[in-house]
């Protein structure tokens, strides 16, 4: 078979390109299958870290960057030749397969709606990781792309998380639940009931509202939630993890902890409802944490999740 | 001194009235200076578990209680023979000096505002607690008074958080970050800016804008966000201290962590806004929850936090 082909943004993120080009080092000595494309300045091919590996990693020439605090929408549409845009661009005309960026991650979600297309019914993508529960995996969405979601879209995303969880985790019925306030229907007062009423006759095995203590204990498959609250969850957890690893230092019970349940170490996010694999992790990733999200984006490419998901969310319509 | 008085909702919760009775023992067990106001039926009385504390425990009859999918405004407004409606108006009477429930918090909220009345320039009390961060004590608010809070609101949340830190912890100068999607000023887009800009306009020590992890990092003294995301946050921090603490099961290295950092015990969440000690725990709180509300109300109260949180946000305008 031939290699995969993960372009990756090598000026996206607090580290870039260091962190991204050692990131992208460390993937492909993990997979046999994977080559890189490194989206950055031509200049980066001279990097001596690479020399050895430029049979698999090459350089995708971007003279510009797309920076942490720009606005999404308007970035994307100028700055056509920025490392996020021109990564985007590879995967549309198949000279990639998938797209990795620890850049604007609301410029990543816009530009691949832009560029790759949204799934039909889908107006607002979403990112959504599997979060590592007691006894399972949790798809959670969304966690950064959109703030102050609206009744339709937390729709949008319960049926992107549902069909995901089908093909990722593959489970039949995925138990889908709101993160609300309170258990009851009524918590929450005018919007969240609107969404829980949404959600409820929805074709989805809906569980109701469900509580913060709800997903580190599993008690749903799929949990849905606002882009700004999915994302606070997920880096509370990441630094309640940090803080407990940290204060129980080196005793084995803390490793066995750690390779559960260390959030920091998480694949990144994946964009759901565009046509393409593309994953965001965060703006202070480093090595580590870029080479996960290469293999989560690796994990997608060969399970093909995207358009597996894609047609699990359609055929749950009918 | 005359003893304090805590009115206490013997209805509110899941586990009333055996488990909010055990912990008004327990309450009275550690403060010699504490009386209690039960409120609930006067059957209460023959309780077995009671008769040894009648001198410090008595009952205030209520015929009515508001359950916990009940709407909130509505329910105030027409069960005055509610446990929690009584258990307020007691408050307001002088009969007790604060109120204690485990009841719907909503109604607790609204309750508190309609019969104590709201500090001026305050629509929208707010709750905050107190979170356990690495190196101190974060106030966090709100925590589910409001969910949906507009920009104003947020504003008054800060000024509250920013009063209470400086009565309650004791900080000239509190920092005031916003929680947010990423920490550059135009994050989280419409009304996230806006909200960034009331808060940089107005008289705080306003840090900008923090992450999840920042919570449990300490990176403010007060951390302001909308009451769905506070509650979602907080309990989620329960959830994962209790699957990390019975993964870790009785290390020594695990009792330390947990006298820090167990979010399960915190004391409940004082309503900040309203004239009078009103504290709200969740509806699952067992007498040992119980029991800890009942001990924040009565460190509020000999620290007079309330009202002097009220004088220090008049100060701050001028």
């Known amino acids: 078979m031939n290699p995969r082909v993960i372009a990756l943004d090598a000026m996206g993120g607090d580290f870039a390109p260091v962190e991204t080009i050692a990131g992208a080092i460390r993937a492909i000595q993990s997979h046999s299958n994977l080559d890189i494309l490194l989206v950055g300045p031509p200049a980066l091919a001279d990097t001596p870290e690479l020399q050895p590996w430029l ?8 003279t510009d960057v797309i920076h942490m605090g720009e606005a999404p929408v308007q970035s994307v549409r100028t700055k056509p030749e920025a490392s996020m845009v021109k990564g985007l661009r590879a995967v549309e005309q198949g000279v990639a397969h998938a797209f990795v960026t620890a850049g604007n ?15 039909q019914e889908v107006s607002r993508p979403a990112l ?24 339709v879209h937390m729709l949008q995303f319960a049926r992107l998380g549902e069909a995901f969880a089908r093909v990722a985790l593959d489970l039949p019925q995925p138990r889908v639940g709101l993160l609300n306030v309170g258990e009851e229907s009524l918590k929450g007062g005018g919007i969240m009931q609107d969404i829980y009423q949404l959600l409820a006759a929805a074709p989805l095995n809906f569980v109701g509202n469900l509580e913060g203590w709800d997903l580190p204990r599993g008690h749903a498959d799929v949990m849905v939630c606002d882009g700004l609250t999915g994302n606070l969850l997920l880096k509370m957890a ?3 993890g940090e803080l407990f690893f940290s204060a129980l230092g080196d005793i ?29 992790t965060h703006g202070r990733a480093q090595r580590e944490a870029i080479a996960n999200a290469i293999g989560l984006a690796y994990q997608a490419l060969s399970g093909e999740l995207i358009s597996r998901t894609r047609d699990a969310m359609l055929a749950s319509q009918h």
């Open 128 to 151: 959504a990781v599997l979060f590592p529960a007691i006894d399972r995996q949790v798809v959670l969405l969304d966690v950064g792309a959109n703030v102050g979601a609206q009744p």
């Open 55 to 62: 049979e698999r990693i090459q350089i995708l020439p971007a």
């Open 238 to 240: 990441e630094g309640i």
């Open 252 to 280: 084995p019970e803390a490793s066995t902890l750690r390779s559960r349940f260390d959030y920091a170490e998480h694949g990144g996010s994946l964009v759901l409802g565009v046509d393409g694999t593309v994953v965001v």
């Open 105 to 119: 991650s609301g410029a990543a979600v816009v530009g691949a709606a832009l560029i790759l297309g949204r799934f």
